[in-house]
């Protein structure tokens, strides 16, 4: 490997035209300059210096040497100017994912504040499910993830992760017009035991939610629909097909829908946070996840619907 020291040497002798002019360019004697420029022609095996007693000249193997170190040091010098650049957020990368309805709600203006703040910095974005983006987080793929987990339910490996809590989302059940009670009062997922259900996609693991709520309930559900788009889901329950388990940050109005509160069982509900890995000091990593938390009360209270309306 040769020695960037050594060739910021020779490209000096060929813009000075001596050895003298290189050592005064790299701020030692001539005698230490002419010592690297030997050592380089060992660790090369090619004669790069025409010597005399008054003047010094690149040889064909010294001008072509001269040609690409140019090019190498130009290239570690940038490279040493965009890791300064991270750490002081005038450049660097920073690669965010989130669920979907938290991506709408939650990251989307946190991620337009941080491009008008910080518009040197390059984005990027995924909307990944926490299956995926937890994980990707942990390999480094992704910097920092909008994540979610249930309450009560078993949690992801979190090993080598660091999370903040930004928000609890409560869990409603949506009905159609069939099936929709007579007060609006919370009710017990037993109650729905016999019902068909509408799901998200996920049938076991941290995000089965309709399969693990439902056995925390003493049942196992009927799926009958499944989705990945709460939109979809909704449109699902209006269409009259099955209920669903929809959490309070992604309900939207729907003819022919009700939410209804859950009594039973009690504090259902999604935890959403920022994940990052644990040793990443970023500071582009910190300023997003302030970003995220100063949004995080506006993104909670959107009031979308009304429970049992």
Request: hydrophobic letters at 50%; one cysteine or more.
């Amino acid at each position: 490997m040769l020695d960037p020291r050594k060739l910021r040497i020779l490209v000096a002798v060929a813009a000075s035209g001596s050895i003298a002019g290189a050592a005064a360019s790299a701020g030692c004697s001539a005698a230490a300059a002419s010592q690297q420029l030997s050592a380089l022609e060992r660790q090369t095996g090619a004669q790069l210096l025409e010597r005399s007693a008054r003047s010094v000249r690149l040889t064909a193997a010294g001008e072509l040497l001269v040609e690409h170190a140019t090019r190498i040091l130009a290239d570690l010098e940038a490279a040493e100017q965009a890791v300064v650049a991270t750490g002081t957020l005038l450049g660097g990368r920073l690669r965010v994912a989130s669920f979907g309805t938290a991506a709408a709600r939650l990251c989307m203006p946190a991620l337009a504040a941080f491009a008008r703040r910080y518009p040197k910095v390059a984005l990027t974005f995924h909307e990944v499910e926490p299956e995926q983006s937890i994980p990707a987080v942990r390999a480094g793929e992704i910097d920092l993830a909008i994540t979610h987990q249930y309450a009560r339910f078993p949690e992801p490996d979190l090993r080598g992760l660091a999370q903040v809590h930004l928000l609890t989302d409560p869990l409603l059940l949506a009905v159609p017009a069939r099936l929709r009670p007579a007060d609006a009062a919370p009710v017990s997922l037993r109650a729905f035991a016999d019902a068909e259900w509408i799901a998200t996609s996920p049938t076991e693991g941290f995000q089965a939610i309709a399969e693990m709520v439902g056995r925390a309930a003493g049942f196992e559900p009927k799926v009958t629909c499944r989705a990945d788009d709460y939109s979809v889901i909704l449109d699902l329950v209006a269409a009259g097909l099955g209920v669903a388990l929809v959490p309070e940050l992604a309900v939207a109005p729907r003819a022919g829908v009700t939410m209804l509160a859950i009594a039973q069982p009690p504090r259902l509900a999604r935890n959403i946070h920022v994940t990052t890995r644990s040793a990443d000091k970023s500071p582009a990593v910190a300023r997003m996840a302030q970003q995220l938390i100063e949004r995080r009360h506006r993104a909670g209270s959107h009031g979308a619907f009304a429970v049992g309306r």
